[in-house]
């Protein structure tokens, strides 16, 4: 043998290695991976969930027992139901309307149905109920005020308040003033129901004129005919003078002129013409 044949010899078997070698490296790298085990996940969510419905049970089993245990105990019977705020009409009364009653369960309560018999009373603007435990029903009404009279035959008089809310029927002649000249068909008002929508919209004037007078300090307002919104007809019966007002534009101006005629005409029986540009008294014999 050469040695030239000797020498390629380990040459291939080299190359073959090498073949070999690449052959193996390459086989680890294509081998597909180890499936992983799903069954420890599965159980693990399983149990989450049960946990989880588990404290839901619980917490719905608490409620219904506190529930229970509010609506049947004695111990939040009602013992005490206090009125507040209540000055026109009397606390029993209210007591009364509201249809509450002791001994009975302070959670078993209907508010709404409360709030609505009480507001059968032509005084309550608003009504609000409250619960101080363990047995007490509290009673928080707001009361309308009667701010004007409306004459009927018979020496009667019904009490208007500041909305337009017809509230009693009365003999008491108080030194509230009279409204005349109103469309409100007041032969079927019934307390609590409101004057129409015309009557209504002149109730913002005859609040700033009343507010004129008061602060100017005029005389007692008597009587306002409300019958024609561009010209209101004032009365002061103690000053003997009527006030021809027109309507509520330049009130304030108007007002001094109302102070002015007062003092200056002292007890003189007359009218004052303050709807024409030319303001002027007009006495009367």
Known sequence: MSKKNKRRKPQKEEDEEIIIGYNTRQRKKDKPPKKKKKSKNVWKKIKTILLA????????????GIGAFLFVSPVFNIVEIKVENASKINENTYISLSGVKTEENIFRINKSKIIEGIKTESYVEEVEIGRELPGTIIITVEEREPKYRIEKNGGLYMYIDKNGYYLEETTENTNMPILRGIKTDIENLKPGDRMIEEDLEKFNDLIK??????????????IINMSDKSNYVLEFISDQKKVMLGDISNLSTKMIWIKYFMTNEGNKKGIIHLNTENVYFAPEE
């Open 209 to 222: 004129i009343i507010d004129g007078v008061k602060s100017n300090n005029i005389e007692e307002l008597s």
């Open 53 to 64: 419905l588990l404290k839901i049970v619980l917490i719905l089993a608490t409620i219904v």
